[in-house]
Each structure stands twice: as structure tokens, then as C-alpha cells.
């Protein structure tokens, strides 16, 4: 599924049985969760339960208008809508978009065109919603002369010189002080500095840790800092002492 990492969840709301489990199963087989109510007060008891990411929501039921309560979602809520309807009028598009829905599909319909609809609604939903707070690791770790500010990207001398590395080299060596002490192979250093295309024949590790320990060996208290470990890897030799507050 090309919409987020984690399974979105869909509430399909028609009294048409047949149509709910159609919608079901071509969903489900694209990746979602689905749960169904043939009316609106299913819907609510459904919503109760958990909020889905989407609604599917038929207009003309038994029970409940479905515009009116595509209006009241609205009120208290910002889960997307897509109105699917037996009325294909521009008057009845207009009516069920200017209640509050995100979209609205005329019946019958391609299930590969609703799936492209709901992809599309559930993109510009995520993108609308509120960014977290970021919160800043404010840690500092102190090491052979060192002082290293994950949050800031920021390594210097206690005497207050910034060492000027590179992107991957900041990585390499946030890697080594979370784990001072421990060896680490290449494969390991691949995988924690996120060197997707790193091989076993290739020497980009053993480049990189070359120019990592070349300019903290510029310092005197950094000599022989990083260690090779024949036949197992690098090992970052060095009291590690962090202090202040993880990040949350």
C-alpha cells in the first residue's frame, strides 16, 4: 500500500450488503482494515469503537440520511469522507462536498478508481495534519576531550572547537559512542548509519572510519581512539559519560 506504513482503516457504510462486501474484499486484498455498518447507527457504534481513517459513506439508507450525518461528523470531527451515491448530478455532488466530504463517487463505479480516490484523500489528510512536536535531544556525551550533542548534530572540543564532519561521518561516529566499547563489524556499521547500498566486498566502511579517526586524531587526546579489531571490526575505545535529558 502506497498510503503510510501502518495498515489505514476503513468504515464502509451502505445498506447494500453485497456492495459492503465487495468493498471489504477488495480493500482488505489492497492492505486495509475494514470494518462495515449497513446504517448510520451502526456507523456510530462502529466510530465508538475506533476511529477509522477514512469513511465510505452511502447517502441514500434506511434509518439515517447520510448527508446529515456527514454534516454532524463534521462538527466534531475531521475524519476524511467519500460519499458514494446512485445520484451522479452535479446539484447532488455539489450538496454532498459543500456538507463536508472530502469526495464523492458516483454509483456504479471502478474499484480501482475508488482505490485511487481513497489513496489520493487519505494523502492530502496526512499531509493537512498537524506536523508532532519535535522535541530536541538535548544529551550531551563527553569523551577523551570530546563533548557530543546528538540533537544539534554538533561535535567540539571541551575547549569549544567544532569538528567539521561530514553527514555520514556524524552518523558513523553517533553509532560508535551509543556503543562505546563494543566492537562493531561492517555489517553492523552499514546498518547503523543507513548505508543501504554498502556490500561486503565494498571498502567504503573502512574509508569512512579512516577519515572519521583522521580528524579526531588531529586532537592529542583522541589518538588511537577508534581500534581495529582484526577480523571483526572497529571499536570505539573511550569512556562515554552522557548527561541532561534524553529527548522524549
Known amino acids: 500500500m502506497s498510503v503510510g506504513t ?7 457504510i451502505d445498506d447494500d450488503s453485497g456492495l459492503r462486501e465487495t468493498l471489504a474484499d477488495f480493500f482488505e486484498i489492497e492492505g486495509y482494515d475494514i470494518s462495515q455498518a449497513a446504517n448510520v447507527t451502526e456507523a456510530r457504534a462502529r466510530l465508538a469503537d475506533a476511529s477509522p481513517d477514512l469513511m465510505l459513506l452511502d447517502i441514500n439508507m434506511p434509518g439515517g440520511d447520510g448527508l446529515t450525518f456527514a454534516a ?7 475524519i476524511p469522507i467519500i460519499i458514494l451515491s446512485g ?19 458516483a454509483k456504479p463505479f471502478e474499484l480501482r478508481e475508488l482505490l485511487a480516490r481513497v489513496r489520493a484523500v487519505l494523502r492530502r489528510s496526512r499531509a493537512a495534519a498537524p506536523a508532532p512536536e519535535v522535541v530536541l535531544d538535548e544529551r550531551q556525551a ?9 540533537g544539534r548534530r554538533n561535535i567540539a572540543t ?3 572547537q567544532a569538528l567539521d564532519l561530514t553527514g555520514a561521518e556524524f552518523n558513523l561516529l553517533a553509532a560508535f559512542i551509543e556503543r562505546p566499547n563494543r566492537v562493531l563489524s561492517r555489517d553492523a556499521i552499514a546498518d547503523l548509519t543507513r548505508k543501504d547500498d554498502w556490500e561486503g566486498f565494498d571498502r567504503s566502511i573502512d574509508t569512512l572510519v579512516s577519515r572519521l579517526r583522521r580528524k579526531l586524531s588531529a586532537h592529542a587526546a583522541a589518538a588511537d581512539l577508534i581500534q581495529t579489531v582484526r577480523g ?8 562515554v559519560r552522557w548527561s541532561g535529558p534524553a529527548a522524549g
Open 6 to 12: 501502518e495498515k489505514a482503516r476503513l468504515l464502509v
Open 142 to 150: 563527553r569523551f577523551a576531550g570530546f563533548v557530543f550533542t546528538p
Open 87 to 105: 445520484k451522479g448530478a452535479m446539484i447532488d455532488r455539489v450538496v454532498g462536498l459543500e456538507v463536508g466530504a472530502d469526495d464523492y463517487v
Open 232 to 239: 571483526e571490526g572497529y571499536v570505539l575505545a573511550a569512556d
Open 72 to 78: 454532524e461528523m463534521r462538527v466534531h470531527s475531521s
Open 158 to 160: 571541551t575547549a569549544g
